[in-house]
């Protein structure tokens, strides 16, 4: 059974940071791509940024503040949020798909997504 588990939501500043995880169980890590959306309230689920074998996508109200990296040997996904704004104020979550994204915008269809995580709560405060 796959699963997601995210962690390191939370409160801060504008222009703060923080650090989300995303802990996978349950498949094959290193053959599966990993997402990281958002919802704001009221809002439409968001793609954010993407990883799939090494190749990374970011959308662009992200681009150049977010980073995602994976660590394969803890089968985790991190999504390094930096200089951070109160319009990414949001549930994040994670997600799983085994397919390879024939392309960016397979990344941020959640479509394309097969196991979701519960989230995390970021709030950005101005």
């Known amino acids: 059974e796959v699963q997601l588990v995210e962690s390191g939501g939370g409160l801060v500043q504008a222009g703060g940071s923080l650090r989300l995880s995303c802990a996978a169980s349950g498949f094959t890590f290193d053959d599966y791509a990993i997402g990281w959306f958002r919802q704001a309230p009221g809002k439409e689920r968001e793609g954010v940024s993407c990883i799939s074998y090494g190749r990374t996508y970011y959308s662009d109200s992200v681009k150049g503040r977010f980073t995602i990296s994976s660590d394969n040997a803890k089968n985790t996904v991190y999504l390094q949020m930096n200089s951070l704004k109160p319009e990414d104020t949001a549930v994040y979550y994670c997600?799983?798909?085994?397919?390879?994204?024939?392309?960016?915008?397979?990344?941020?269809?959640?479509?394309?997504?097969?196991?979701w995580g519960q989230g995390t709560q970021v709030t950005v405060s101005s």
């Open positions: 997600a799983a798909s085994r397919s390879v994204p024939a392309s960016e915008y397979a990344c941020y269809d959640p479509i394309f997504w097969g196991s």
